[in-house]
């Protein structure tokens, strides 16, 4: 089974190169899950430490730790745009851990007129996905997961429909101070295109990431590489979708894919840091360059783009977590999650 999954790693990339130019569709799924991985910038593919929350990121981290656990998250995202995710998981024994999850973004109610410009009704827009995910262990160095997603969009009339896959591996050092995570993000294809438009691809990326704590001290670092399939990402099409704007407003043109500058290096690359003086508490800081570069239109830098800070601690038997992300001076977003697992709200017999 583990070679098959290192088989899938080498030629899928090769085979689904394609698609990471032109425009994409279902970007919503590229939105953070859970309160824990934005803080730290986007994703955290490389932390295995029994949080269901990551599992939305690398599916490699389920394992039988978090069978009967449950999380919810709820992000409001930008002004009227509200995001969410519920997931359950339940271990099975000698054939692995499952979850059930399901994503949706709501983009409110809009106004339906006429030609005419007269008021008719209302209707409202949204994305959703259910994902079924799957995690297998071979040891305590290896774990392997996989990801099928289900999503349906509806825009008034306009509907679509389409399926994608995620494929994870994860590393884990024998005293547990060093892990990795590897991960193929969003392999898939729409089904149904939206009426009068043309089918569109999925956005497609592999991450690679890696964590180190330090032995002696409540500190962990992580630098997560995004869109490691392609080297250009200053042209219009990078990982949030957004154009790259300069200060006057207008697209910036693109760099060559061929040119090694520092500025494209550091566009794949997501740092993060984590204070951990408990198993109970954390405080977390997150810098993402290509967010603030696409974003921050204005010549000072002085907004947040970019930045993300978060926190997380348990409050008996429920565990909560805050993030907020920067992105302009027009708005940030607020992540809140909380997880539990449900043994622990079962009764003591006698």
Known sequence: MLRSFFYLFIFLPLALNAQTGGQTTYNFLKIPTAARAAGMGGHLISIKDSDLNLVADNPAILDSTLHNNVTFSYVNYIKN????????????????????????????????????????????AGDYAFDVSYGYSKDSIWSLGATAKFIYSSYDIQQSFGVAM?????????????????????????????????????????????????????LRFTMLVNNAQTWDLTG????????????????????????????????????????LPSDNFYIQFGYNYLRRQELNVTTSNTSLGGFSLGTGFRIKKIKFSYAITGYTRAGTSHHF???????????RRG
């Open 236 to 275: 219009e099409e990078a990982i949030d979708g957004v154009p790259t704007i300069n200060p006057d407003g207008q697209v910036q043109t693109s760099t060559p894919a061929n040119t090694l500058t520092l500025d494209n290096l550091f566009r794949h690359l997501v740092i993060g840091a984590e204070i």
């Open 166 to 218: 995620d494929l994870g591996v994860h590393y884990m050092s024998r005293k547990k101070f060093f892990q990795a995570g590897l991960v193929l993000n969003n392999i898939g294809y729409q089904i149904t295109p939206y009426e009068g438009s043309e089918r569109q691809d999925l956005p497609f990326q592999i991450q690679v990431a890696g964590s180190y704590k330090l032995p002696k001290a409540p």
């Open 337 to 347: 999650t909380f997880t539990a697992n449900l043994n622990e709200f079962k009764r």
């Open 81 to 124: 745009v509200n995001f969410g995710y519920v997931s359950y998981a339940r271990h099975f024994q000698d054939i692995g851990t499952f979850s059930l999850g399901m994503q949706f973004m709501g983009y409110g109610e809009f106004v339906r007129a006429d030609e005419t410009g007269q008021k008719i009704g209302e209707f409202r």
